[in-house]
């Protein structure tokens, strides 16, 4: 029996000694400098995790982190990113044979984002092209709902390339969450007429899953870009959605400012249907008090209140873009003061020709 307790007296201590020494080893990494670092790895020479802090410090001082790194790895080889960290480091030493193998593997053993993106980084540093897009690709599918903010960095890298847009549409196209963070960022893309062409490869299909609140801002844009059909497409889908009204000429839903809807530049009161337009002699004295584009030019036929004799009249202006500017426009006639009061509109309609 006290050959037992002597055991287990000595187990104790030293387990407790160990735990001294992690301590310790603890209170070293704590200290954030290369010096503790060192100590840290020196006084728990099992923990892998004190192996990457002192190749973290080692990498930014200007050493060569390594032999830290394989010690890690060692220790913890399903760890990728100590495989991540020490593929950097060959990169960095001018070694990209050592650092796509220790990449690649990273990836191997863990199906998460990070290896995915440091590969993409990579072989777009390399200027690997098919590597970049196979490894984006990879990086999308195992996109979550969650990750759609990852995604960005990834499309801004997918832009720099020639075709860039294109083949990121057709990868995009495979998730919903992926397609809208890929118009997100088209958003803000340059050049102009290049985002719009990416754009319209994810809207003009239904199946992509769009959320419907950035679909009206897309359809302006598609428009003032000149890509009416998809304009169109985008506006259609709104209205089978109950959003808009596909071609609102009795004013059946409150004015969308966007798209093919009306732009009110006046304060007024959606009556359901039918409009109220308020004016307090204030007014500018010549303004475009509404207006939508309409795929038809012709004439204006309105069911309203309002007189040409107060200065309102109705005009079709051509954009050259393959659509027209509806609008109702104000001008104060000479001798008379500004408009005061209310204009009922019930129905605008544009005719052929």
């Not at 020494?21 to 010096?35: D, Q, V």
């Not at 963070?181 to 803000?188: D, N, P, R, V």
């Not at 985008?234 to 732009?263: I, M, N, Q, S, T």
């Amino acid at each position: 029996m006290r050959l037992l307790q002597a055991m287990a007296a000595v187990v104790l201590a030293a387990s407790g000694g160990l735990s001294l020494y992690r301590a310790w080893a603890a209170s070293h990494m704590s200290a954030n400098t290369l010096e503790g670092a060192r100590e840290a790895a020196r006084l728990d020479p099992g923990n892998a995790a004190a192996r990457l802090w002192l190749a973290e410090h080692l990498d930014r001082e200007g050493h060569d982190p390594g032999e830290a790194l394989s010690d890690a790895i060692a220790l913890r080889e399903a760890d990728s990113g100590a495989w991540i960290r020490r593929g950097l480091a060959h990169e960095s030493g001018g070694r990209p044979d050592e650092a796509e193998r220790d990449l690649l593997h990273a990836a191997a053993i863990d199906g998460l984002w990070e290896p995915r993106w440091s590969l993409v980084n990579f072989y777009f540093r390399q200027g690997r092209e098919e590597e970049f897009w196979n490894w984006v690709r990879s990086a999308i599918s195992i996109t979550g709902p969650d990750s759609a903010r990852d995604l960005e960095p990834l499309w801004n890298l997918c832009w720099r390339w020639p075709e860039g847009g294109e083949k990121s549409a057709l990868l995009a196209k495979t998730k919903p969450i992926s397609s809208a963070s890929f118009l997100a960022f088209l958003e803000h893309a340059d050049p102009a007429d290049r985002a719009l062409q990416a754009a319209e490869a994810i809207l003009m299909e239904d199946s992509t899953g769009v959320k419907l609140d950035r679909l009206p801002l897309w359809s302006t844009r598609l428009l003032e870009g000149g890509r009416v059909a998809a304009a169109r497409a985008v506006w259609r889908r709104l209205a089978e959605a109950g959003v808009v009204v596909a071609d609102d000429e009795r004013f059946e839903k409150k004015p969308a400012g966007d798209g093919f809807g009306w732009r009110v530049q006046t304060p007024y009161t959606f009556t359901d249907p039918g409009l109220a337009l308020r004016f307090d002699g204030k007014q500018a004295e010549t303004m475009d008090v509404l207006w939508r584009y309409s795929t038809r030019g012709g004439t204006v036929t309105a069911d309203w209140d309002g007189e040409e004799s107060a200065g309102f009249t109705w005009r079709v202006e051509p954009t050259g873009k393959g659509v027209w500017r509806v609008v109702l426009g104000y001008r104060r006639p000479l001798g008379v003061a500004r408009f005061q009061g209310v204009v009922r509109l019930r129905a605008v309609r544009v005719g052929g020709g």
